[in-house]
């Protein structure tokens, strides 16, 4: 069983040894403003005898707690607990060294040195440094709305749809706010396109800043997430501009995490 779990969306892959496979979505879940039993359980059939769980968040020093959840529920399964960027890494990656990137509803940044994750620095998540999220992006558009900075049109656009005061009550008193807020990024596509194109290059151009430029790039960098997928070509762009080579850029794990553990599944049976 794979686990790749967002806050945004959770999916879940069930491989027999067979190489057959299932796909499962669950809701996003994030253990940093939700409870581990909150965790909804997987209907299966099958005899799970090992679990790969790869979520947001997921700091060691919480590591124990989703431990003990899903040994309860799996008992013979042997358990691997890990964070997102690693299932990231080997969807891109697989055994393979270089940097790994996750543009989604959140965003971050590691060393994929073909076994593990190597992050210089501690991952402060959302409120400090989810920069080209779909956090971040919902957040600039709201306050631009708020603050004026809209054209006519786009103003028009949004507020025959939408009223600025019950998304941000509905931000506030949504239980994961940041979830919550990041489905608000979908209110780019109400701004004229020089409108998203001055946003999206600005908070890519802030990712390279704070995430990239610092690294040595010795190797290429993948991108993986719905919002790097739907920016690539800004990414691209100042990729050139910096002379770094880029690898894959995907809009989620799904394909490249299943080829991985199916490859691992055929080599283990000798075929």
């Known amino acids: 069983m794979l686990i790749d779990c967002g806050a945004t969306r959770c999916k879940v892959h069930i491989l027999q040894s067979d190489g057959k496979f299932t796909t499962t979505e669950l809701a996003g879940f ?11 359980a997987v209907e299966t059939h099958a005899i799970i005898d090992e679990l790969h769980f790869f979520g947001t968040a997921i700091e060691k020093n919480i590591w124990a707690k989703a431990q003990k959840v899903f040994q309860s529920r799996y008992p013979k399964a ?21 940097y ?7 965003s971050a940044t590691g060393y994929w040195d073909g076994e593990e994750v190597v992050r210089d620095k501690l991952n402060l998540g959302y409120l400090f440094e989810d920069y080209a999220s779909g956090y971040d992006i919902a957040k600039e558009v709201i ?9 006519q ?11 600025l005061r019950d998304v941000i009550t509905s931000v506030y008193r949504s239980k994961n706010k940041k979830k919550h807020l990041s489905k608000y990024s979908f209110l780019i596509d109400e701004l004229n396109q020089k409108t998203r194109k001055e946003i999206f290059n600005s908070s890519i151009e802030q990712f390279f800043t704070k995430n990239i430029d610092n690294l040595a790039h010795s190797y290429p960098h993948h991108f993986v997430g719905t919002m790097a997928f739907i920016m690539q070509d800004i990414i ?34 000798g075929k």
């Open 100 to 106: 790994i990137h996750i543009i989604g509803t959140g």
């Open 143 to 151: 306050m631009r709305w708020n603050e004026g900075r809209l054209m």
């Open 78 to 98: 042997s358990l691997h607990i890990s964070h997102d960027l690693e299932a990231a890494a080997l969807a891109t990656l697989g055994d393979e060294k270089g």
């Open 153 to 163: 049109n786009e103003l028009a656009n949004i507020e025959g749809k939408y009223c």
């Open 30 to 40: 994030s253990p940093v403003s939700q409870s581990w039993k909150e965790f909804p």
């Open 236 to 269: 691209k762009a100042k990729a050139a501009e910096r002379g770094i080579e880029l690898g894959k850029i995907v809009a989620d794990t799904d394909e490249g995490l299943v080829s991985y553990f199916k490859r691992k599944i055929t080599n283990q049976n």
